[in-house]
């Protein structure tokens, strides 16, 4: 089921496991396998959570080891694992780094990925912010911000309906090279991650959906009528799915520290809190949950579902 800007309020995830910085991984993710990985996505297969989101990093420098560690899944060999154990969740990529990549790569790629899922894709795309990572790869650090807009408008071309789609733009061109399989979906979206003043304008221009990087609540509606009156004045007419990644949740009264930042309560309470964004023009939340073991976690995404999730359009 899409995630539209004239439907409920929706609800998705970042997986767990798959990328493990010490800012957000808990720490029974390090001893994690992939059949909890699975259990997870079955999880939010069963109980409605709109979509699940793996990351993209190819390579962490030692500087940065410590903190982001170097536990980063390759999202589309994740998503397409994923794909074949879950029915309708949707499949997203939040956030891939398409400029360390050539754009027919990455198509070739995440059109397959969409074929094989029935059309369960969302592309979520980033500027990347690892030097090193794109050194290492030969692509152009200084300038992502440009390749990744003219890289958007090339995969646009290349995940169309077309088997030999073309483009022509400053730094990429492609004309009579077929792509087959071509993606379940007619149209791909794809969603701009990121909450500089750039990535707000490239998601507002280029963008199907916005994708903020951990704006506060009380930043985010200016930052949405933001992204509006780009839209507006760049003449697109066409709606927006705007996102929020809310503040860790726990569902009921923990009887261990979840950090003071964490949302707790009864069902209700935390519906309540989280109807806020809804009033505030976001489309999709994406929430977080603290848990000690895969099956807190897993209990707790049932938990929303359940008890949640039915109030959060009240």
Do not use: N
Not at 201 to 228: C, F
Request: contains cysteine; hydrophobic residues 40%; aromatic residues 8%.
């Amino acid at each position: 089921m899409p995630i539209l800007p004239t439907g409920p309020l929706s609800y998705g995830m970042q997986l767990p496991i798959q990328s493990q910085s010490t800012i957000y991984a808990e720490g029974w993710e390090t001893e994690a396998t992939p059949c909890d990985l699975a259990e997870i996505a079955r999880t939010a297969d069963r109980t409605g959570f709109a979509y699940l989101a793996s990351c993209d990093h190819v390579a962490i420098p030692r500087r940065l080891a410590g903190v982001m560690s170097t536990v980063w899944y390759d999202p589309v060999a994740t998503l397409a694992f994923l794909a074949g154990i879950t029915e309708r969740v949707l499949l997203m990529s939040h956030v891939a780094v398409v400029g360390l990549r050539h754009p027919l790569a990455t198509a070739k790629q995440y059109a397959t990925l969409d074929h094989l899922c029935g059309g369960r894709l969302i592309l979520g795309v980033g500027a990347g912010h690892v030097p090193e990572e794109f050194q290492a790869l030969g692509a152009d650090f200084e300038e992502r911000g440009g390749v990744l807009d003219e890289t958007i408008d090339a995969l646009k071309a290349a995940l169309g309906p077309e088997e030999y789609p073309e483009f022509a733009g400053e730094r990429f061109s492609f004309a009579g090279l077929g792509q087959l399989p071509r993606p379940a979906q007619e149209r791909v979206p794809v969603w701009v991650g990121g909450s500089s003043p750039a990535a707000v304008r490239r998601a507002a221009v280029r963008g199907d959906g916005w994708l903020p990087q951990g704006d506060p609540r009380e930043k985010l509606p200016a930052q949405i009528a933001r992204v509006k009156e780009l839209r507006e004045a760049a003449g697109i007419g066409a709606p927006i799915v705007i996102g929020a990644i809310t503040e860790p949740l726990y569902v009921g009264e923990p009887d261990w520290s979840v950090g003071r930042r964490t949302l707790t309560g009864k069902p209700e309470v935390l519906a309540e809190s989280l109807r806020e964004y809804g009033a505030m023009g976001v489309h999709q939340i994406q929430v977080r949950f603290r848990s000690r073991s895969r099956s807190e976690l897993t209990d707790q995404m049932a938990a929303f579902a359940a008890g949640v999730a039915p109030h959060l359009d009240r």
